[in-house]
């Protein structure tokens, strides 16, 4: 068993929001590892970060994906740091990755001041151009499929991804 479609990519990037698209479209269950985390520890994901570091909060995140990859068989959506351990990275291979990519002037607009996300503390439109010049290489590398949904809407998004995967 493995997922129709995995949807990498930063915060920003629509991933939940296209996964759930997807899902009404394909009629298929959606599963967000980051929903998954937060239901099993029962913590918000800014409080892992916070009191139990991000360390921590990457180990969580590698279980849950782990999971997710072995137990799911709809429409999946991973973390924003997610593909940054090796590990994960293994896993992916070969399964239907579709990177959504999101420029840094669209990002920062969706993301807004960062509240709720720990690693954009200080200043925001610094800090996501660093993540999204850290990891786009990294998305690229595990992505099958790559879909720009700058000055797109989530349902344009969507049908680019259905079109892709058929």
Do not use: C, Q
């Amino acid at each position: 068993m493995s997922p129709r479609v995995v949807l990498v990519g930063p915060m920003g990037a629509g991933k939940t929001t296209v996964a759930g698209l997807l899902g009404d479209a394909w009629d298929l269950p959606v599963r967000d590892t980051d929903a998954d985390i937060e239901a099993t520890t029962g913590r918000e994901i800014s409080d892992i970060f916070v009191e139990s570091g991000e360390d921590h909060f990457r180990d969580l995140e590698a279980a849950a994906v782990t999971a997710a990859l072995a137990e799911h068989d709809g429409v999946l959506a991973l973390g924003g740091g997610a593909v940054l351990r090796p590990e994960t990275r293994e896993l992916l291979a070969g399964m239907p990755v579709v990177f959504l990519r999101v420029g840094l002037s669209d990002a920062v607009k969706r993301v807004g001041l960062g509240v709720g996300r720990p690693l954009l503390l200080g200043n925001v439109r610094a800090r996501i151009k660093a993540l999204l010049d850290e990891r786009t290489p990294v998305y690229e590398s595990v992505s099958a499929h790559t879909v720009d949904t700058d000055g797109r809407t989530a349902d344009e998004v969507a049908a680019e991804v259905r079109r892709l995967l058929g």
